[in-house]
């Protein structure tokens, strides 16, 4: 199903543009089947060069309904319909931009009768709207008046119709705005993260990281992130290109890398917090934490000497609570130790550690 419109505007400032007649036929790849015709008031003055050009005046519209008396019509309307226009993409910006400005998140696919007949009638003089019909020969009455264009933009998708015999052109034709593609994508790029403790890091399309999260399943953690609608969630979805992540096999290793990365890597849509750094001393000067690893018979470890944190990493090997000079060049040394330290004492205080021996 289809809904063939045409919009006329104000004219003036991009996306300032009000809407001063509309028009929508709905078309079942044969006939019309419902239609929707009206002047709307746009509550703005219309620029002398488009009065001249369309002939709608001012005072047509002051007694004209406004767009938000009329938008539960085009609605219904255009509900489950893929929108038809010449010039697809200015008739869809300008409703998005009406709707939009009443809160309404309106979403159609599109098709775009220009791009359509560039395509399927070749070597046109022209493919404005009133060229291209009179060098097809179908009638216009009403040119640059919403009903007259939409009307004549009925008779050339039908046309458009016949000359795509393969029914493929049409069809790779549709912009899908309700992110067909772009839901794939997503899931695309779920599919390759695992059910793993860690973190993750969401990179654009030049490999910035520009998202980092945290989970004790970061393939449901990613999944719960694709499937918010907040503002700064959507910006997250449309910009992520693929995603890494590294396992980390306890939650201390987790919180402890979240920090570590986050301060390192500064992500443009995570959010910055000050974090309250303890000042005070753990409760023994020399140990070393052992948690479980990211694998079996690994152990994640940490460091922490004279009251200060060393480092942290992973080693398959039990003896080296004995010979510190081994586990010193296994594990990675930290740079914010105040940061390190205070994540560590808030951990040991709130949770019981898998082993903790002290030196």
């Known amino acids: 199903m289809y809904a063939i419109l045409d919009i006329e505007t104000t004219g003036g400032k991009f996306n300032e543009e009000g ?138 998708f039908k046309l458009l119709l016949e000359k795509d015999t393969n029914k493929t052109i049409i069809q790779s034709s549709i912009k899908y705005h309700d992110r067909r593609n772009y839901k794939q994508k997503l899931k695309s790029l779920l599919d390759d993260i695992p059910t793993v403790q860690g973190v993750y890091y969401i990179h654009d399309v030049n490999g910035k990281v520009i998202f980092l999260g945290r989970g004790n399943n970061i393939k449901a953690e990613v999944n719960k992130l694709f499937l918010k609608v907040t503002k700064r969630a959507i910006k997250i979805q449309e910009r992520a290109d693929s995603i890494s992540f590294d396992k980390t096999g306890n939650e201390l290793f987790t919180r402890l890398k979240y920090a570590i990365e986050l301060e390192a890597l500064s992500p443009k849509f995570n959010f910055k917090k000050k974090l309250k750094n303890t000042t005070q001393n753990f409760n023994n000067e020399d140990f070393i934490i052992i948690e479980k690893g990211r694998e079996v018979e690994e152990h994640a470890v940490i460091l922490v000497e004279q009251n200060e944190v060393f480092g942290f990493g992973y080693t398959n090997l039990n003896f080296q609570e004995k010979r510190l000079d081994i586990l010193k060049t296994v594990l990675t040394p930290v740079e914010n130790k105040i940061q390190s330290k205070n994540i560590i004492k808030n951990y040991i205080n709130k949770n019981k550690v898998q082993k903790l021996i002290r030196l």
């Not at 007694?63 to 200015?90: G, M, Q, W």
Request: aromatic fraction near 8%; proline fraction near 4%.
């Open 19 to 156: 809407i001063t007649e509309i028009a929508i036929y709905k078309f079942d790849g044969h006939s019309t089947v419902d239609q929707f015709i009206s002047l709307v008031n746009p509550e703005k003055p219309i620029q002398e060069f488009v009065v001249k050009l369309t002939g709608i005046s001012n005072k047509m519209l002051k007694n004209a309904p406004k767009f938000y008396e009329v938008a539960k019509r085009i609605i219904e309307i255009t509900s489950n319909c893929i929108l038809v226009a010449h010039n697809t993409d200015f008739d869809y910006r300008i409703l998005s931009t009406e709707f939009d400005r009443l809160g309404y998140e309106y979403n159609r696919n599109t098709l775009c009768t220009v791009e359509l007949s560039q395509k399927l009638i070749l070597n046109q003089p022209s493919y404005s709207l009133g060229k291209l019909t009179k060098s097809l020969g179908i009638p216009m009455s009403d040119r640059h008046r919403a009903s007259g264009d939409a009307l004549a933009t009925v008779q050339l």
